[in-house]
């Protein structure tokens, strides 16, 4: 890729002059399609410093499956939200918009310039847009939902969501968001549904420019299963063991997220290797899919670089 890369044309270094101050870059686009390693090579002629705006990418535990940025790139490069947020936290969007604002503060005293790099939409999203103004739950209302939902079960815990909320339940049923919801309906007295009515809060106040970097399909496909089977070579089914031994709630982000999911039912047992191989890929390309149909439609690029 590397001898294919012209920073100067891509990023219109001739004529943009990014401020420290007033712009921030984002480099967005599908799993595997070459983000990072465009935007260090961005970072290398700008001054600028690398934001992780990818979901998975947060967690402490998941170095290898999340392909956070090698200590080498990261001693090139200052880099910010890879690897800080523990497997057992439920990290929502909203925490990590909050760490973001703090950490763009922290980057504008430094004067380099912030580059965001990612494929998480929704983190995109709230970034441009900003988040609806979902109070942020006191920790005994949390209490009493889990009780709540140990108390009388899953089944029946959805359905009084269902009664509080019936529109956002219905796309939302796992046991976190039914958790969240109930909790929200507790201490407000209002639904989800009512919260995101609201105006958005929280969007990042500065001059935003969009690159999105994409590529052919199948190629991304192709990319994404050599780079899985790279990361087994290198370990990746024993940091999914180190999480399997923490004992981690199977219903968290983590537990759930790309290649972790299905390598948690090889170690249970439940299934074998070469089939957990196989669904980690094809979710994975499912992802990827996902990802292209989010970013063609909700996603307006300064720029598109298509890389072959």
């Not at 799993?31 to 690398?50: D, R």
């Not at 106040?205 to 990361?231: A, G, P, T, V």
Request: aromatic share 10%.
């Amino acid at each position: 890729m590397s001898s294919l890369l012209n920073v100067d044309v891509f990023f219109d270094l001739s004529d943009n002059q990014y401020d420290y101050e007033k712009d921030l870059i984002i480099i967005a686009g599908p799993t595997c399609v070459g983000k990072s390693f465009i935007a260090m090579e961005l970072a290398k002629k700008i001054n600028g410093v690398l934001i992780n705006a990818d979901s998975v990418q947060v967690y402490e535990d998941l170095k290898l499956l999340s392909a956070r940025p090698s200590e080498e790139d990261m001693r090139q490069i200052p880099h910010f939200l890879y690897g800080y947020v523990k497997s057992q936290k439920n990290n929502s969007i909203a925490d990590w918009l909050r760490r973001l604002h703090k950490v763009l503060i922290d980057i504008q005293k430094i004067k380099k310039i912030a580059i965001l790099v990612g494929g998480s939409g929704l983190y995109i999203n709230a970034v441009i847009n900003g988040l609806a103004p979902i109070p942020r739950l006191r920790e005994e209302i949390k209490k009493k939902s889990l009780l709540k939902l140990n108390e009388i079960g899953i089944d029946s815990f959805k359905e009084i969501n269902l009664k509080i909320d019936p529109a956002f339940v219905e796309k939302n049923h796992d046991k976190h968001r039914l958790l969240r919801s109930y909790g929200v309906f507790l201490q407000t007295k209002k639904n989800m549904t009512y919260w995101y009515q609201k105006p958005r809060q929280g969007a990042i106040k500065k001059n935003i420019y969009n690159f999105l970097i994409n590529s052919e399909r199948q190629l991304i496909y192709k990319r994404c299963e050599l780079r899985f089977d790279n990361m087994l070579e290198k370990g990746a089914l024993e940091e999914v063991r180190k999480i399997r031994d923490s004992n981690i709630d199977r219903s968290l982000p983590v537990a759930r997220s790309l290649g972790v999911k299905w390598l948690l039912n090889y170690l249970d047992k439940k299934m074998s290797f070469e089939e957990a191989v196989r669904l980690s890929k094809r979710d994975t390309r499912r992802y990827v899919k996902r990802q292209i149909t989010w970013f063609n439609h909700n996603f307006i690029p300064y720029k598109i670089i298509l890389l072959k």
